[in-house]
């Protein structure tokens, strides 16, 4: 069981089953949509579940003239899915409490990366 929620604590969501496919993407796209150096996303797997618990009227959804779509809450504005066909496609890994189960196997479009993401590089601090 994987579970999660938004920055303000409003929407929270369950998985009864896995997440796959971990990805972070680095386009432009990926970088507005999901505000930072990329997306941080993974798919919810095959004969999963995907519930929420509370706050699905609190739900914003944009959706992007391919069709596919994103959820966020409207107070604080977290990312909370991604929507494909009217459905829950797969979750920001951001907003997961705990571990997902999951690493980012792939980082994509590298290349458009933005000028400030230093992949895997520079100082960290703990
Ligand atoms: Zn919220
Ligand atoms: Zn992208």
């Given at each position: 069981?994987?579970?999660?929620?938004?920055f303000?604590?409003?929407?929270?969501?369950?998985?009864?089953?896995?997440?796959?496919g971990?990805?972070?993407?680095?386009?432009?796209?990926?970088?507005?949509?999901?505000?930072?150096?990329?997306?941080?996303?993974?798919?919810?797997?095959?004969?999963?579940?995907?519930?929420?618990i509370?706050?699905?009227?609190?739900?914003?959804?944009?959706?992007?003239?391919?069709?596919?779509?994103?959820?966020?809450?409207?107070?604080?504005?977290?990312?909370?899915?991604?929507?494909?066909?009217?459905?829950?496609?797969?979750?920001?890994?951001?907003?997961?409490?705990?571990?997902?189960?999951?690493?980012?196997?792939?980082?994509?479009?590298?290349?458009?990366?933005?000028?400030?993401?230093?992949?895997?590089?520079?100082?960290?601090?703990?």
């Amino acid at each position: 069981m994987i579970d999660g929620g938004c920055f303000c604590g409003a929407v929270r969501f369950r998985i009864e089953g896995a997440l796959k496919g971990a990805q972070a993407c680095h386009c432009s796209r990926c970088r507005k949509a999901f505000s930072g150096a990329s997306s941080a996303y993974a798919e919810i797997a095959d004969g999963s579940e995907f519930r929420w618990i509370t706050g699905e009227n609190e739900l914003c959804t944009y959706t992007s003239a391919q069709g596919w779509g994103l959820a966020f809450c409207r107070t604080c504005g977290s990312t909370l899915c991604g929507i494909f066909d009217g459905k829950v496609h797969g979750v920001t890994l951001g907003t997961v409490d705990g571990d997902p189960g999951v690493q980012i196997e792939m980082h994509t479009f590298v290349g458009s990366r933005a000028p400030w993401d230093h992949i895997g590089g520079g100082r960290s601090s703990v």
